[in-house]
Every structure is written in C-alpha cells, then in structure tokens.
C-alpha cells in the first residue's frame, strides 16, 4: 500500500516562503510521475506542478517563477519550494503520485493533505 506524507505548511505572510515535503512509503523510482495539486474553498483542486521520472517538470501558470518543484530519490521524497507567496496561495495542498498499472490503467495515489496559509 503506497502511503505518502505532507509536511511544511503553515501560516505565511504575503511574499513569504515555505517548503512542502511530501514523502513516500517506497521507492519513488516507482511512480511514472508526482507531483503537488491544491484546493480552495469553494474551489475544484488544480495542478500546481508535477514532475515525471524522466525529470520534466509541468507548473501551472500562476506558480511559474515562484515554485520549484523537486526531489531526493535516496530519501523518497518530492518537494515543492513555494517563494513570493501571495493569499491567493491559500489553499489545502495535496501529494499526489501516479503510476501504470501491470493492466495499463492508471493509479492515483493521494497524501492527506497540508495546509497553507498567505495572510498577514
């Protein structure tokens, strides 16, 4: 059972920084891709970045510049440097990884979710 973990979020001021971690139960080598998505309230949840085993990275459009996403394969686990943060930031941030299956299909796995918050 695929098991990941968010932590790093919090409360930040406008133009602050944090750094979100997301670890994974297993070797992420595993996963075709991972990556981050957020949802605000009231909001259907968006890609924000993710990041395939090849290395390419996708950023949606009102994070380029200001996120970075990456990772550390000994420790398994994906990151997502949040810089010039504004309160449009604000948002609950969910890990996400996906891989095909042996049958082709594709499966979703989900973290439980961390926090961020851009007020002052």
């Known amino acids: 059972q695929v098991q990941l973990v968010e932590s790093g979020g919090g409360l930040v001021q406008p133009g602050g920084s944090l750094r979100l971690s997301c670890a994974a139960s297993?070797?992420?080598?595993?996963?075709?891709?991972m990556g981050w998505y957020r949802q605000a309230p009231g909001k259907e949840r968006e890609l924000v970045a993710d990041?395939?085993?090849?290395?390419?990275?996708n950023y949606a459009d009102s994070v380029k510049g200001r996120y970075t996403i990456s990772r550390d394969n000994a420790k398994n686990t994906v990151y997502l440097q949040m810089n010039s943060l504004k309160p449009e930031d604000t948002a609950v941030y969910y890990c996400?990884?996906?891989?095909?299956?042996?049958?082709?299909?594709?499966?979703?796995?989900w973290g439980q979710g961390t926090q961020v918050t851009v007020s002052s």
């Open positions: 996400n990884a996906k891989k095909i299956s042996d049958y082709g299909t594709l499966l979703n796995y």
């Open positions: 297993g070797s992420i080598f595993s996963f075709n891709a």
């Open positions: 990041l395939t085993s090849g290395g390419s990275t």
